[in-house]
């Protein structure tokens, strides 16, 4: 029942553009790709907006434990985003690069169905007319193990499916302890933050593979957005820029940062919060010279939890800014769009 209602999701079947690019199907970018309807966006050169970095290791110990908490609370409140400090993750990264070179035959076993989401291929593409992303993705659900496709995840190939397995495991924890923080720093009832996401909580990971494009200027790696999830843990894999978010109307390029992860304020956060934390608009960019890779770990509210502010916030400032519908209703308007910025945010606003 609950596998049927995931599978509702899907997207229109489009091409690989990694295998565009590697059979040099293509040495112009196709028409389908080029995103004249999309502002080119200031970029913020200035060095000194610096994104704030949170260190794990401090949030975690009691003692400084208040000064880390207002540096997260600032972060999420100013930007949407933090990074904070983690062992590296060479096995992972490797692992995951030598999956996105697979064979397109292997691939190809591994591809979306139609009226399924999860797989290899592309998400919110709604229309046959619609302008394409010069990227690639694949997307799984990582948890509740229970809702793991038995067609995709038994079928990664080893070692990756036990990396990415206690991978999917860490990342998670990491998601409940900011998560709980967040809600001491808001002041909201410790149990209605750990009933949100509680054992339930879905945790889909992204790949997202963007190859070298011919005229990058053209084209978007991935539009501007803000992610329609809990908290997003993002990871750059290779180290290639591309990643940039929007701050006071300009876009300003997320270096990678070795041994650091990237902690994305989703949508759904900003809802649960009552808009006290807000998602941040950001998009991927493409080079003519470096494929990037990165893996993004959305953390969700499980099935039949109800996505609106929750009680102890709303009391206290004596309105709710968005409406409660249920997780399912939700994604089923979410997944009929396409990505347009924080558009489907505002359908929540009341
Ligand atoms: O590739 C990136 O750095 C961003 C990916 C992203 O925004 C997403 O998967 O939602
Ligand atoms: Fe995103």
């Known amino acids: 029942m609950e596998a049927k209602e995931a599978s509702q999701y899907s997207s229109i079947i489009v091409p690989s553009v990694q ?47 208040d000064a880390e908490i207002h540096k997260l609370d600032l972060a999420c409140k100013d930007w949407g985003w933090g990074f904070f400090q983690a062992s590296f993750l060479d096995k992972l990264k490797t692992e995951i690069q030598d999956f996105s070179n697979l064979p397109m035959e292997e691939k190809k076993k591994l591809w979306q169905q139609p009226n399924d989401v999860e797989g290899f291929g592309h998400a919110f593409v709604v229309s046959e007319e619609q302008k394409l992303d010069w990227s690639d993705m694949f997307l799984l659900v990582m948890q509740p193990v229970q809702l793991r496709k038995p067609h995709l995840f038994p079928k990664l190939p080893l070692p990756f499916r036990d990396t990415l397995d206690t991978y999917s495991a860490e990342v998670k924890s990491i998601a409940k302890i900011l998560l709980a923080k967040m809600a001491s720093a808001l002041m ?74 990237i902690v994305n304020v989703g949508d759904v956060l900003e809802i649960i919060t009552n808009g006290a934390y807000r998602s941040v608009e950001h998009r991927g960019v493409v080079n003519s010279e470096k494929d990037r890779l990165s893996v993004a770990a959305f953390h969700n509210l499980g099935m039949g939890k109800e996505v609106g502010p929750v009680r102890s ?38």
């Open 313 to 350: 916030l709303v009391e206290r400032q004596k309105a709710a800014f968005f409406k409660s519908v249920t997780i399912e209703e939700y994604f089923k308007g979410l997944f009929s769009r396409k990505l347009d910025g924080k558009a489907y945010l505002d359908v929540m606003r009341i």
């Open 188 to 261: 909201i009832k410790p149990e209605e933050m750990e009933k949100l996401f509680d054992d339930e909580l879905r945790q889909s990971m992204r790949i997202n593979y963007y190859p070298t494009c011919p005229d990058p200027d053209q084209v978007i790696g991935l539009p501007p957005h803000s992610d329609s999830t809990g908290l997003t843990i993002l990871l750059q894999v290779n180290e290639v820029d591309g990643l940039q978010i929007k701050k006071n109307g300009k876009c300003v390029p997320v270096k990678p940062l070795p041994n650091s992860f």
């Open 19 to 65: 295998e565009m690019v590697k059979e040099k199907l293509t040495t112009t970018v196709p028409l389908r790709y080029v995103r004249s309807d999309l502002d080119k966006g200031d970029i913020d050169g200035d060095l000194r907006t610096e994104i704030p970095i949170i260190d794990m290791n401090l949030l975690c110990s009691l003692t400084s434990m």
